[in-house]
């Protein structure tokens, strides 16, 4: 009875060996070696020589008049330097002359090329114009009261500058003239900020 047994756990033991992923059975992993690089191929540097045939070309051949002798007129011998000395004139200035034109014509006007402005955009512009000249003129009032530095007389004398150019603008150009509004606009706000 023991015999048996014995026979039949080693049978069991042999089988479950056998059945188990072991070592016994696996294959083996090799690592991977990549193949060898091969070297580069040799970089040429002569070009190729092509031989091309030479093409034929036809030359046409014509063939000239002979015009025979040509007689040209001989030059006239230079002339021959003076001998007597030459005085210096006097430099006398000479007004240049004035240009005739009739007194009834008035010069040429160049042409201006002006933005088109629709009704929307004007209206805008003459009020940002007029608020803008509004604070600048009252700027001025308050300044005209106050016993002002150098520096702040040059700042009223630039705001006045700029507020007629832009009254003077406003006919022309209206966006020149918004544009030297709020220069002005610009130096007033920043003189009332230094007022005593």
Same mark, same amino acid.
């Given at each position: 009875?023991?015999?048996?047994? %014995?026979?039949?756990? =080693? ?5 479950? +060996?056998?059945? =188990? ?13 990549? &193949?060898?690089? $091969? !070297? ?12 091309? !045939?030479? &093409?034929?070309?036809? #030359?046409?051949?014509?063939? *000239?008049? @002979? !015009?025979?002798?040509? @007689?040209?007129?001989? *030059? ?15 430099? /006398?200035?000479?007004? &240049? ?10 010069? !040429?006007?160049?042409? $201006?090329?002006?933005?088109? *402005? =629709? ?6 512009? @003459? ?7 509004? $604070? /600048? ?18 700042? /009223?004398?630039?705001? +006045? ?5 832009? #009254? ?6 209206? /966006?020149?003239? #918004? @544009?030297? %509004? ?11 900020? $230094?007022?005593?």
């Amino acid at each position: 009875m023991f015999h048996v047994r %014995a026979v039949a756990a =080693t049978g069991l033991w042999f089988a479950a +060996t056998l059945s =188990t992923s072991g070592c016994l059975f696996q294959k083996k992993h090799r690592a991977y070696a990549p &193949p060898p690089l $091969r !070297p580069p191929a040799p970089i040429t540097t002569k070009a190729p020589f092509i031989v091309d !045939p030479v &093409p034929l070309i036809e #030359v046409a051949s014509i063939e *000239l008049p @002979n !015009p025979g002798p040509i @007689n040209i007129a001989p *030059l006239p011998p230079p002339p021959k330097p003076s001998t007597t000395p030459t005085k210096p004139k006097p430099s /006398v200035a000479v007004a &240049p002359p004035k240009p005739a034109t009739a007194p009834s014509e008035a010069p !040429p006007t160049l042409a $201006r090329i002006a933005q088109i *402005l =629709t009704p929307q955009q004007i209206h805008d512009y @003459n009020r940002e114009i007029d608020d803008a000249l509004n $604070r /600048v003129t009252e700027a001025l009032k308050l300044a005209a009261k106050k016993n002002l530095g150098a520096d702040q007389r040059d700042t /009223v004398e630039r705001m +006045t500058a700029f507020q007629k150019q832009a #009254v003077q603008a406003r006919e022309e150009d209206l /966006v020149t003239a #918004v @544009n030297y %509004a709020k220069r002005a606009d610009v130096l007033a706000k920043e003189l009332l900020a $230094r007022l005593p």
